[in-house]
Structure formats: structure tokens, C-alpha cells
């Protein structure tokens, strides 16, 4: 965990009127949940900080240290940004109104001050996927040309020993291996590139089709597309092929070439979220909570993960993974509808 200290808590809770110490216990549970903060945890701190509490500011930067593991820095203030509305819609009186803006005003600095230290962490995930995208660059362009050099080789040595079928065997398989180290570069180089992605409007089904196309995985691998005709995502297209074909290779790995994916999707009242589930053995305990950083695996040097994380995050969103109950494994991709859309507004210069 980052280092906060020290993190001063700016509002004195002897000195916030009685009205709003009442309206910030009462609404907590709902505050809470609005902020993706555990309710309990929320109240306790609270109550705390209406005492001056010493610990008060580290307290409530650790909860959006939690929070924004799983969440964006914009998702989470503009949640922040809609309690704190919330609350003064409540106020009844001017005194009370600019008690509770003070507290949400103090609330969303400590998160800003969290947001900061979570980026300048060298030992962050953001930062190792940073430094790792700064060599990526470099090395990916280093390893293009004699790669090139390799795969023309590779074609004129097939067709000079076309009929000389062990020497046709190993030509194939250095092919093979060729169009491997050809896939790593690539992702490589979009791991070094941080650009905003460039949002249109998409079939899911369409992008899940075109992705299953460029997997190419093995005939015996059944992929089921399971997401209704007709709807539509706002997102970057390259990126997000990117992404779901990636998983899709991941998933083969794990099943060994040999099983089903589904590729689903489903709502929630913030989020629109693509799923694939494959039927391996799933990821292990021990790098389950690690999947998404750069170079956490089980085999090869996890790029694939670790771009999927950095896709979704360009999106506003974020990619989480789970095991299954009845095994196998299942990564979500979580785009939140007000982010795109904005995001969306901005690309094409529109104003809302």
C-alpha cells in the first residue's frame, strides 16, 4: 500500500453542527453504497472523525485506497460528486448545507491525495505496467527487424524444400514459434502506447465474431457467443479486439486446446460488462489477486492480462477475475455507461 502519511482530516467534527452529524449517520449505509465502500466500515469512520479522531484521514484514505484498486479515479469522483449533491438536495437549511459540502469537499481531497500516491508508488501495479510499456517501445522496435528477417526466411526455405517433408515439418514449426514471438511484440508495443482510445459505437456480437476470427484457436475449442443482436457498446474497436482476443488465447492456454468459451455480456444499473469463461482449471489462489499485473503468470511473461487491465482502464472501466464454482474461470470487462458516454461526447466534439 502506498504511503499516505501524513493525511490530515480538514474538517474539526466538534465543530460541525448537530443537523449534520445527524444527516451524515442517517445516510450513511446508502453513501456507503453509492461509494462502493463497505457500509459498516463507512458509519465506523464516521463516527470517528465526528469525534476528531486522530486517525481519521489515514482511515479514509485507506477506504479509497480499496476503492480504487477496483475502480477509476473519474468513476470514483463522480460518485463522490453525486453523494455530495445528494446531500446538500437534503440540507434544509444554508448551515447545514455548507456543513455537509465542507465534508464532501474534504472527502474528495483525501481521495484525490490517495489517487497521487497510488501513481507516484513505484511498486504499483499502474507504475510497473508504465515502466514496463517504457522498455516495450524500445524492445519491440529492436526485435521487428530481425523478426522480419526470420519470417521471409522462413517462406523462401518452404518453398525451396516443399517436397522434403521432415525439412517442411521444422520449417513450420519455426514459423509457428516466428508468429509467437510476432504476437508478443505486438503486445509489447501496445502496452507502450497510452493514447485515448478513439470510442464508436459497436454490436458486441459483431466485435465478439471478429475476435474469435483473429484468435484462430484450435477446431476442437467450441466459442459460444451468448450476447443479444443489436446491442451496442461505446468503445475503442482496435483496443477492445485487442483485448478479447487475448483472453481468448489465455483461455485456450488454460484449457489446453481443448474445451468451450463463452462470451457473454449483462447489465447493471452503472455498468455494461463483457465476460469469457473458459472451462480450465482456473487461476490459482496464490496469483488470483495478481492476474492483471504485468508479468504475474503462470506461464509465458503475462503480457495478455496486463494489457487487458490497461485497455479497460483507458476505457474508465476495469477487468476483474473470478473462478468458478463449478470450475473454470471467468474474466469480466466492466465499462461504466456515464464514462464511455462522456468519453464518447468528447471524441466526437459533441456537448451533453
Not at 150 to 161: D, K, M, P
Request: hydrophobic letters at 45%; a negative charge; charged letters at 25%.
Amino acid at each position: 500500500m502506498p504511503c499516505w502519511d501524513p493525511v490530515r482530516w480538514p474538517v474539526q467534527g466538534a465543530g460541525v453542527p448537530s443537523e449534520a452529524r445527524a444527516a451524515l449517520l442517517e445516510h450513511a449505509p446508502d453513501d456507503a453504497a453509492a461509494l462502493h465502500l463497505d457500509a459498516e466500515a463507512y458509519h465506523a469512520w464516521i463516527v470517528d472523525a465526528l469525534e476528531d479522531a486522530t486517525d481519521a484521514g489515514p482511515r479514509r484514505a485507506a477506504l479509497s485506497d480499496g476503492v480504487l484498486a477496483q475502480r477509476s479515479l473519474p468513476v470514483h469522483v463522480a460518485a463522490l460528486l453525486g453523494v455530495s449533491a445528494a446531500r446538500r438536495e437534503r440540507a434544509s437549511t444554508v448551515e447545514l448545507r455548507e456543513a455537509l459540502t465542507a465534508w464532501s469537499e474534504a472527502e474528495i481531497a483525501i481521495t484525490v491525495e490517495v489517487a497521487q500516491a497510488r501513481f507516484d508508488d513505484p511498486s504499483s501495479a499502474r507504475n510497473r505496467l508504465a515502466t514496463l510499456g517504457k522498455a516495450a517501445g524500445t524492445l519491440g522496435h529492436e526485435l521487428r527487424n530481425p523478426l522480419g528477417v526470420i519470417q521471409s526466411s522462413v517462406y523462401l526455405l518452404g518453398r525451396r524444400n516443399s517436397e522434403d517433408e521432415r525439412a517442411k515439418r521444422h520449417i513450420d514449426k519455426i514459423g509457428r514459434h516466428a508468429g509467437i514471438c510476432h504476437r508478443i511484440i505486438e503486445d509489447l508495443m501496445h502496452l507502450a502506447r497510452n493514447a485515448p482510445p478513439r470510442l464508436e459505437s459497436l454490436d458486441i456480437a459483431e466485435a465478439y465474431a471478429l475476435a474469435v476470427e483473429e484468435a484462430a484457436l484450435p477446431s476442437v475449442v467450441m466459442c459460444r457467443i451468448e450476447a443479444p443482436p443489436g446491442l451496442r457498446i461505446q468503445a475503442d474497436a482496435g483496443l477492445l479486439q485487442r483485448a478479447l482476443v487475448n483472453l481468448l488465447r489465455n483461455a485456450n492456454t488454460a484449457m489446453r486446446g481443448r474445451g468451450a468459451v463463452q462470451l457473454g455480456v449483462f447489465e447493471t444499473d452503472e455498468d455494461l460488462v463483457l465476460s469469457v469463461r473458459d472451462h480450465g482449471p482456473g487461476f490459482p489462489d496464490d496469483l488470483l489477486e495478481q492476474a492483471f499485473d504485468p508479468l504475474s503468470t503462470t506461464s509465458g511473461i503475462g503480457l495478455g492480462l496486463a494489457l487487458v487491465d490497461s485497455v479497460m482502464r483507458r476505457h474508465g472501466g476495469r477487468a476483474s477475475a473470478e473462478n468458478m464454482p463449478d470450475g473454470g474461470a471467468r474474466v469480466t470487462l466492466l465499462f461504466p455507461r456515464h464514462e464511455t458516454a462522456a468519453r464518447a461526447s468528447i471524441s466526437t466534439g459533441r456537448q451533453n
